[in-house]
């Protein structure tokens, strides 16, 4: 354990933390992605199965535990408590697109071909690209709220401290898995642009707007 993953866990957390209390504080789940908040489920879901085979460490369980309980409470609180408020016709982005390939792309590429070490890669792809509905639905919008962007920013902020965490152990301890590696690299990029915007708009105090497409 180093300080790089530690503080990415942190990021993580807060970025869920930072959207829950949106949610129930505004009692509207507006601009908010269910079906990014789906993928992370499914992430969280199929990655954490070693729970009931395999204990690390008192930290590393309970912080599967929370990640797990935070995915579907949001899940509840857009598609049941607030779902009113949820913006359906805007969050359109095709799951179809996404798992098809992180489906295939698991049972291709993964370290054994074994049950959980399928659903474990599955869980690595599928989060490098869970985000997209999410910002493909800003896209459509053309906005977001303030609260929203601290939200990606922290949950992006988390990727890239766990590329710091790799680099890291690289170079302590001479560990590399290509797949973990590529996948957050992958999932970084996708942030670049909504970093640039987010330093360059929010933290002046600007609302986060793109180009309406055309």
């Known amino acids: 354990m180093n300080i790089f993953r530690i503080l990415g866990d942190v990021s ?3 970025a869920i933390i930072i ?8 009692k509207s789940c507006a601009g908010i992605s269910g079906k990014s908040q789906i993928l992370f489920a499914l992430v969280f879901t199929t ?6 085979t395999t204990f690390i460490s008192v930290y590393n369980t309970v912080m599967k535990v929370i990640f797990l309980i935070c995915a579907y ?6 598609y049941v408590k607030f779902r009113k408020t949820f913006d359906s016709e ?3 982005f095709r799951l179809e697109f996404l798992l098809v390939p ?13 049950p959980l070490e399928i659903l474990w890669t599955f869980s690595i792809y599928l989060e490098s690209v869970a985000i997209l509905p999410q910002l493909f639905m800003i896209s459509k919008t053309g906005e977001a709220e303030t609260i929203t962007t601290h939200y990606l920013f922290f949950l992006g902020l988390y990727r890239a401290l766990y590329i710091a965490n790799w680099v890291w152990r690289y170079y302590t301890e001479n560990f590399y898995d290509q797949i973990a590696v590529v996948s957050g690299v992958v999932q970084t990029i996708f942030y ?3 970093f640039y915007l987010y330093i360059t708009k929010v933290l002046k105090g600007k609302k986060l707007s793109l ?4």
Do not use: A, W
Request: one cysteine or more.
């Open 73 to 78: 409470i949001t899940v509840y609180m857009i």
């Open 211 to 214: 180009p309406m497409p055309v």
């Open 102 to 114: 992180v489906t295939g792309l698991s049972f291709l590429e993964n370290h054994s071909f074994t």
């Open 12 to 14: 993580h957390l807060l």
């Open 47 to 52: 990655r954490y199965l070693d729970l009931f």
């Open 19 to 26: 959207l829950l209390l949106k949610i129930q504080k505004s």
């Open 90 to 92: 805007n969050d359109s």
């Open 192 to 194: 670049c642009d909504f």
